[in-house]
């Protein structure tokens, strides 16, 4: 199971942290990926971490987001710095275990999902 956590408001140029943390075995084994979804949009790729701590990022947000994993402590990360109204939406993890590389960039590489967490940027 994923549980995200760290969502919040916050102003266009903040920072915020989120968080998923994951319960059960095999955690380092595990592809983790971000996704986003905004109202009336589809969910779309952020950014990804694999089990082997390779990460990927969607263009849109590459240079402002940073993914990163303390399989210790079973909870992946995303870092996300100078948030724009853009960013706004649900924040989803997801966990792929040993998913190759070019599964990682859509929602059908990973197997479980957490609720979400909302992130809103205002202007």
């Known amino acids: 199971q994923l549980a995200e956590s760290g969502g919040g408001l916050v102003q266009a140029g903040e920072s915020l942290r989120i968080s998923c943390a994951a319960s059960?075995?095999?955690?380092?084994?595990?592809?983790l990926g971000w996704f986003r979804q905004a109202p009336g949009k589809d969910r779309e790729f952020v950014a990804a971490i694999s089990w082997s701590k390779n990460t990927y990022y969607a263009d849109s947000i590459k240079g402002r987001f940073i993914v990163s994993r303390e399989n210790d402590k079973s909870t992946v990360f995303l870092q996300m710095n100078n948030l724009q109204p853009e960013d706004t939406a649900v924040y989803f993890c997801g966990a792929g275990f040993r998913v190759h590389a070019d599964k990682l960039w859509g929602p059908g590489g990973y197997e479980t999902w957490g609720p979400g967490t909302q992130v809103t940027v205002s202007s």
């Open positions: 059960g075995r095999a955690f380092s084994g595990y592809a």
